[in-house]
């Protein structure tokens, strides 16, 4: 499991409460669907992928909604929001998400911030996994923070971010 979803799931926080963390986690305003957060617990790489994808609202969306989650659906999830309320709704927390200016930080911040992350002995080498792969397409510098799993270079431009050392 990686670090990021200890966060989630610490004082053993309720079902709904775990969805409502991971939502915020990655910038929404609303619970992520149950079976995203059953797949993220479950497995390590769609989990490293959600957190690469926080700083790409189109990404995002895709692994929101990827068909893959399907299989983690169970009967209890009925009694969430539709589909379609929920999309509508991520939808519009991620167009609020940037328009509202938070994706991108100044870039004498951003600057600031990658430095200290490249000397950080917590960034390393992605793993070659075809999900960082896609994930990283158009980032010159591919290394993760293996504390939270984000590509450091985008981490570092999203403005609401922190670092999960508190060195930024
Ligand atoms: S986000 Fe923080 S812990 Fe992660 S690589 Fe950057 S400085 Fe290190």
């Known amino acids: 499991m990686i670090p990021i979803l200890e966060e989630v799931e610490k004082d053993g ?3 709904q409460e775990m969805c409502l963390r991971l939502g915020r986690i ?3 305003d609303s619970p992520v ?3 995203v957060l059953r797949r993220a617990r479950a497995d390590d790489r769609f989990a490293a992928h959600l957190m690469i994808c926080r700083g790409t609202p189109d990404l995002l969306k895709e692994a929101l909604f990827d068909a893959g989650n399907r299989a983690f659906e169970r009967p209890q999830d009925s009694a969430e929001r539709s589909v379609t309320q929920l999309g ?3 939808v519009s927390s991620l167009a609020s998400w940037v328009a509202d200016g938070a994706r991108f930080a100044p870039k004498d ?3 600031q911030r990658l430095s200290t992350c490249r000397s950080c002995p917590h ?3 992605p793993p070659t996994k075809l999900v960082y792969r896609v994930a990283l397409v158009g980032s010159s510098d591919q290394r993760v923070c293996h504390l939270c799993g984000c590509v450091a270079t985008r ?3 999203v403005a609401s971010e ?4 508190g060195y930024w």
């Not at 922190?162 to 050392?165: G, N, Q, R, W």
């Open 33 to 35: 669907p149950g079976s």
């Open 13 to 15: 926080a309720s079902w």
């Open 123 to 125: 960034l390393v080498d």
């Open 155 to 157: 981490k570092a431009r």
């Open 109 to 111: 911040l951003h600057e």
């Open 26 to 28: 990655l910038g929404l």
């Open 162 to 165: 922190k670092c999960p050392a």
């Open 88 to 90: 509508r709704g991520l």
